[in-house]
């Protein structure tokens, strides 16, 4: 049996999970955590969605406190927050553009700052741009 998903379409970038129908997976409940990260925090980019999201709240299921990194995606980065505070976990919210060198200096600064130490860098934010040719991306 095939499932077919609905054409999913947003001419914003990074696209907003909050937008999309059906909506992403992005917890298993079924997951038995062993505390792996307990003691440990976490700095994950582009944390708000996608895989970002997905990371963060298995970390946060694992034991990690978190600091998540997002351009502008308020309502994503909210969800986010409220699924990592469910499992017991603490988060910290940082919006601005990664790709500023002192906006991504201030990341590191602000979670140090709040946590007093910073043992896990995920370096995911990114976007995609579809190109017709490989010879097309810049």
Do not use: W
Not at 21 to 28: L, R
Not at 51 to 56: D, L, N
Request: hydrophobic content about 35%; overall charge negative; proline content about 4%.
């Amino acid at each position: 049996m095939t499932q077919t998903m609905p054409a999913q379409e947003q001419r914003v970038q990074p696209g907003r999970e909050s937008e999309m129908h059906p909506a992403p997976i992005y917890d298993d409940p079924h997951y038995k955590s062993a505390g792996k990260l307990e003691g440990k925090v976490a700095l994950i980019t582009g944390g708000d969605s996608g895989i970002g999201r997905a990371t963060t709240i298995a970390f946060a299921k694992e034991g990690a406190k978190l600091a998540i990194v997002y351009l502008e995606e308020d309502r994503d980065a909210n969800e986010t927050k409220e699924c990592v505070e469910k499992y017991g976990s603490e988060i910290l919210l940082l919006k601005g553009d990664i790709g500023d060198v002192d906006f991504a200096k201030k990341c590191v600064q602000d979670t140090f700052a709040h946590y007093g130490k910073l043992d896990i860098l995920v370096n995911n934010a990114g976007e995609q741009h579809t190109a017709a040719e490989p010879e097309d991306i810049t």
